[in-house]
């Protein structure tokens, strides 16, 4: 079992940044690949960016590939995920989820990952 529970969303104006932080509790946090999804009103929730159990495999969705950066600490349990150059689109709620490794299309796949958190409200204005 993997509890997770994410922190830092708000609101930035665009061109903005913030940094989102999910923390887990649980034994086997470094077993999983973590993942950070989003979804929009009225939208089906997307994938943002997902990292494998060691850190070395990371996969971004082409929406924030070179915007967002997504790591790991497995010492202290936790997923980050850096936004840089934020946009009125990536405005949605932010989960993160805890799930197997595997090929990319796999590991952005939502539906692969068995654990997630409450989420937290990322709002960018124009």
């Known amino acids: 079992q993997v509890h997770l529970v994410e922190s830092g969303g708000g609101l930035v104006q665009a061109g903005g940044s913030l940094r989102l932080s999910c923390a887990a509790s649980g034994r086997s946090f470094r077993s999983y690949a973590m993942g950070w999804f989003r979804q929009a009103p009225g939208k089906e929730r997307e994938s943002v960016a997902t990292?494998?159990?060691?850190?070395?495999?990371?996969y971004y969705a082409d929406s924030v590939k070179g915007r967002f950066t997504i790591s790991r600490d497995n010492a202290k349990n936790t997923v980050t995920l850096q936004m840089n150059s934020l946009k009125p689109e990536d405005t949605a709620v932010y989960h993160c989820a805890a799930g197997a490794s595997g090929s990319r299309g796999y590991a952005m796949d939502p539906r692969t990952y068995d654990y997630w958190g409450q989420g937290t409200q990322v709002t960018v204005s124009s």
């Open positions: 990292i494998s159990w060691s850190g070395g495999t990371t």
